[in-house]
């Protein structure tokens, strides 16, 4: 069975990069009817924290892909030991009794980049087992062959055929001092026991699998298939980092700025692979079927944004692209959350009703705390009396207009199609074109001359709100019409 797994490090928030590796897996798996399989490698216990463990499990919540199995590194220290001891056993590892502190483990010498301590591989088994024996704190490395002649090779699905002699590979180690298992010996010991089949990973990791073969070999299992994804870097071309770039990089940042996992996912997916018919916006089940390894690019992809706006505009045209398409009910279900967190209260089919009017105008779910923010306050922000004066007229006139519109309000019915009618009606009886009938209405009741559509907005604000605010409206045109003493 093909099993794939994600392996995050809780050593910070969770990574857009690390988020889509998750979404490559997930992908892989699903559409070859595979099993997910999520391990959290908290191994580093010096730098593994609990805030960073609770941003990734939020960023894969938030995502709502899910997975099949759950494991943790830190639970299974007694099978890696075990993969570390029978390596040692074969006579494939050896004890590197080194101090830490001093540094001569792995530092350059005189032949250039440290590749092995000739001392202590050297070491007579009898010896190490002594010095083991009395306490004192040893490293385990690796016994890395040192016949040039010898050739490390795996194939990958994205960048080829791969080969690396051994001469240029250190004796890395797989237990440290502390008696911790390093990244190496715990991530192939836990792959090879977990049977994991496929192995899909970022391009960093290319040069860590020629160890990582070593490792299974020795441990008499048969190495995983290696498939490796091209970068995402930066406007500039540099890797996108926690350390350099900050927050813009996180997955919760996307998800608090008012982004759809669907739409996130679906631009993440597309940094680095495309589908075959040059598709962009794609459904869940969309991406499913069309995913394979095979559409993987070599090349790094370039995650574009700037300091004024952090996220790049591919990713909120795809966002906008999907709220549009939405139906509504689904999208109404999304913004409640959103707008009850500002602190607004509203019930969910006054929310579907607003959903209507502002899907076509909102790209993010955020935006509809300023698109629609007149719906949910009780009094519009301040604004100039001037913008309720249309543009081919003046005071009087939008004056005539709101105290026609008060009356028009005040009887009809509060439907769309009524109050479409009713104030068309009252245009033609005043002499003027409809929008010179509308703009002023529309600032009235909105404070602005941008909006949602008019009718379906008055229905949406009710009869009491809109008789409401047109009279705060005339007040201000007769404030500013009152000769000045």
């Given at each position: 069975?093909?099993?794939?797994?994600?392996?995050?490090?809780?050593?910070?928030?969770?990574?857009?990069?690390?988020?889509?590796?998750?979404?490559?897996?997930?992908?892989?798996?699903?559409?070859?009817?595979?099993?997910?399989?999520?391990?959290?490698?908290?191994?580093?216990?010096?730098?593994?924290?609990?805030?960073?463990?609770?941003?990734?499990?939020?960023?894969?919540?938030?995502?709502?892909?899910?997975?099949?199995?759950?494991?943790?590194?830190?639970?299974?220290?007694?099978?890696?030991?075990?993969?570390?001891?029978?390596?040692?056993?074969?006579?494939?590892?050896?004890?590197?009794?080194?101090?830490?502190?001093?540094?001569?483990?792995?530092?350059?010498?005189?032949?250039?980049?440290?590749?092995?301590?000739?001392?202590?591989?050297?070491?007579?088994?009898?010896?190490?087992?002594?010095?083991?024996?009395?306490?004192?704190?040893?490293?385990?490395?690796?016994?890395?062959?040192?016949?040039?002649?010898?050739?490390v090779r795996f194939a990958d699905a994205v960048y080829g055929d791969q080969a690396k002699s051994t001469a240029d590979i250190e004796d890395f180690a797989l237990v440290r001092s502390d008696g911790m298992p390093t990244y190496h010996l715990a991530s192939c010991a836990d792959d090879a026991d977990l049977?994991?089949?496929?192995?899909?990973?970022?391009?960093?990791?290319?040069?860590?699998?020629?160890?990582?073969?070593?490792?299974?070999?020795?441990?008499?299992?048969?190495?995983?298939?290696?498939?490796?994804?091209?970068?995402?870097?930066?406007?500039?071309?540099?890797?996108?980092?926690?350390?350099?770039?900050?927050?813009?990089?996180?997955?919760?940042?996307?998800?608090?700025?008012?982004?759809?996992?669907?739409?996130?996912?679906?631009?993440?997916?597309?940094?680095?692979?495309?589908?075959?018919?040059?598709?962009?916006?794609?459904?869940?089940?969309?991406?499913?079927?069309?995913?394979?390894?095979?559409?993987?690019?070599?090349?790094?992809?370039?995650?574009?944004?700037?300091?004024?706006?952090?996220?790049?505009?591919?990713?909120?045209?795809?966002?906008?692209?999907?709220?549009r398409t939405m139906p509504a009910e689904e999208l109404s279900e999304r913004l409640l959350p959103v707008v009850r967190a500002a602190g607004h209260s509203i019930e969910p089919l006054k929310m579907l009703?607003?959903?209507?009017?502002?899907?076509?105008?909102?790209?993010?779910?955020?935006?509809?705390?300023?698109?629609?923010?007149?719906?949910?306050?009780?009094?519009?922000?301040?604004?100039?009396?001037?913008?309720?004066?249309?543009?081919?007229?003046?005071?009087?006139?939008?004056?005539?207009?709101?105290?026609?519109?008060?009356?028009?309000?005040?009887?009809?019915?509060?439907?769309?199609?009524?109050?479409?009618?009713?104030?068309?009606?009252?245009?033609?009886?005043?002499?003027?074109?409809?929008?010179?009938?509308?703009?002023?209405?529309?600032?009235?009741?909105?404070?602005?001359?941008?909006?949602?559509?008019?009718?379906?907005?008055?229905?949406?604000?009710?009869?009491?709100?809109?008789?409401?605010?047109?009279?705060?409206?005339?007040?201000?045109?007769?404030?500013?019409?009152?000769?000045?003493?």
């Amino acid at each position: 069975m093909l099993r794939v797994r994600f392996a995050p490090s809780p050593t910070g928030f969770l990574h857009i990069g690390s988020a889509r590796t998750f979404i490559f897996n997930w992908l892989y798996a699903r559409r070859n009817g595979g099993a997910m399989i999520l391990r959290i490698d908290d191994t580093d216990v010096e730098r593994n924290t609990e805030a960073s463990l609770t941003s990734i499990y939020e960023g894969l919540r938030w995502l709502d892909l899910g997975w099949d199995e759950e494991y943790r590194q830190s639970e299974r220290l007694a099978l890696h030991r075990q993969v570390a001891d029978a390596i040692f056993q074969k006579g494939l590892a050896y004890r590197d009794f080194t101090p830490a502190h001093t540094g001569e483990s792995e530092k350059s010498g005189a032949q250039g980049t440290w590749l092995f301590n000739a001392d202590m591989r050297a070491m007579p088994r009898e010896e190490s087992e002594r010095r083991a024996a009395a306490g004192e704190p040893f490293a385990l490395r690796f016994r890395v062959p040192r016949d040039t002649q010898h050739t490390v090779r795996f194939a990958d699905a994205v960048y080829g055929d791969q080969a690396k002699s051994t001469a240029d590979i250190e004796d890395f180690a797989l237990v440290r001092s502390d008696g911790m298992p390093t990244y190496h010996l715990a991530s192939c010991a836990d792959d090879a026991d977990l049977r994991i089949s496929h192995i899909i990973r970022g391009q960093d990791h290319l040069t860590n699998t020629f160890k990582h073969v070593l490792i299974f070999e020795a441990a008499g299992a048969t190495p995983p298939q290696f498939a490796h994804l091209p970068l995402l870097v930066a406007p500039d071309g540099t890797k996108l980092s926690k350390r350099r770039h900050g927050p813009v990089v996180s997955v919760t940042t996307y998800r608090d700025a008012g982004f759809l996992a669907d739409a996130f996912a679906n631009f993440i997916v597309l940094l680095g692979w495309s589908p075959k018919n040059d598709r962009e916006q794609m459904t869940r089940q969309e991406l499913i079927d069309a995913f394979s390894l095979e559409g993987i690019n070599r090349s790094n992809a370039v995650v574009n944004f700037t300091e004024e706006d952090p996220f790049d505009p591919k990713a909120v045209w795809l966002n906008a692209e999907h709220i549009r398409t939405m139906p509504a009910e689904e999208l109404s279900e999304r913004l409640l959350p959103v707008v009850r967190a500002a602190g607004h209260s509203i019930e969910p089919l006054k929310m579907l009703q607003i959903t209507r009017l502002i899907q076509e105008r909102i790209r993010l779910l955020n935006d509809a705390l300023t698109v629609a923010d007149f719906f949910f306050v009780e009094d519009l922000a301040p604004y100039d009396s001037a913008e309720l004066i249309p543009k081919k007229g003046d005071a009087a006139l939008a004056l005539a207009v709101l105290e026609r519109a008060s009356g028009v309000l005040a009887t009809a019915e509060f439907s769309h199609d009524s109050l479409d009618a009713a104030l068309r009606a009252a245009a033609v009886e005043q002499g003027i074109k409809p929008g010179q009938m509308f703009e002023p209405i529309r600032v009235a009741v909105c404070g602005r001359k941008t909006a949602p559509p008019l009718f379906g907005t008055l229905e949406a604000l009710g009869r009491e709100t809109c008789l409401r605010r047109i009279e705060q409206a005339l007040g201000k045109l007769k404030l500013q019409s009152e000769p000045r003493q």
